[in-house]
């Protein structure tokens, strides 16, 4: 079984940002992992060849085509198809940043481990003008959210709630933290380029709402953290 799965969910994507993603996966020096591409259901059957091209070629590689009402549910329907102890999500556009990510992301991955995460991530619309962006660590106090491309999360635990549109990341963030806080592990070194322009950059009212219906509807946090938090995120509102 593998250590780690890598996950794309991919919609009639842009040829060369799809094939960009596969090859900073596919040349990963290490066998320790699976590359799940899972389609929503895509008719641009350029896009689905290329994907099967490099399934053909690539056995720790697997397409799978279903269709889905949300890039959540697609995701859902990955994990199912998923084999790994940990789950590392990429989106079309985004890259693992060199060839020894997954190699140096192993030996993190300890039994009393259920997140793993980076605190550095590469932004920008193409790698080579990229900047590093420096994330914070989780606080129980101050909730705040990581790139969902910069952590890996034990897959018994990665179940996203497919009634949100553009947050459902955050609270399965939170929900596995919260479980037990201890069990998340930092590292320095950067694992993705992730690229801007994605939905939720350009839908950030939309995302700030479901975070705070994420916050409100949290089980582990008592009610002073939660309207505290919540208030912060009215006040990020406000200022859009």
């Not at 890259?95 to 992301?105: G, H, K, M």
């Not at 989780?138 to 497919?162: M, T």
């Not at 553009?166 to 929900?175: E, G, R, V």
């Not at 933290?177 to 994605?198: L, V």
Request: with cysteine; hydrophobic share 40%; net charge negative.
């Amino acid at each position: 079984m593998p250590k780690i799965t890598i996950v794309t969910v991919m919609f009639n994507p842009e040829l060369s940002e799809l094939e960009k993603t596969i090859l900073s996966v596919v040349e990963q020096c290490s066998e320790e992992f699976e590359y799940v591409i899972q389609d929503g259901g895509s008719n641009d059957r350029e896009a689905i060849l290329l994907a099967k091209k490099y399934e053909s070629e690539y056995k720790f590689l697997t397409y799978h085509s279903k269709k889905d009402s949300s890039i959540y549910e697609g995701m859902n329907n990955a994990i199912k198809n998923s084999h790994g102890d940990f789950i590392l999500f990429i989106n079309v556009g985004d890259l693992l940043v060199d060839n020894s990510v997954i190699r140096n992301l192993v030996p993190l991955l300890t039994e009393d481990v259920n997140i793993v995460a980076s605190l550095s991530i590469l932004n920008g619309v193409e790698l080579s003008s990229s900047k590093v962006v420096y994330q914070k660590p989780l606080s129980k106090f101050f909730i705040r959210n990581l790139c969902h491309q910069s952590y890996l999360v034990r897959r018994e635990f990665v179940v996203f709630d497919e009634s949100l549109k553009f947050s459902a990341d955050f609270k399965l963030l939170w929900d596995v933290f919260m479980y037990a806080p201890e069990t998340i592990n930092y590292t320095d070194f950067c694992i993705c380029f992730y690229k801007s322009g994605g939905v939720s950059d350009v839908n950030n009212k939309a995302v700030y709402y479901e975070i705070i219906r994420a916050i409100l509807q949290s089980p582990k946090h008592l009610i002073f953290f939660k309207l505290f938090n919540v208030s912060l995120y009215f006040l990020r509102l406000i200022r859009l």
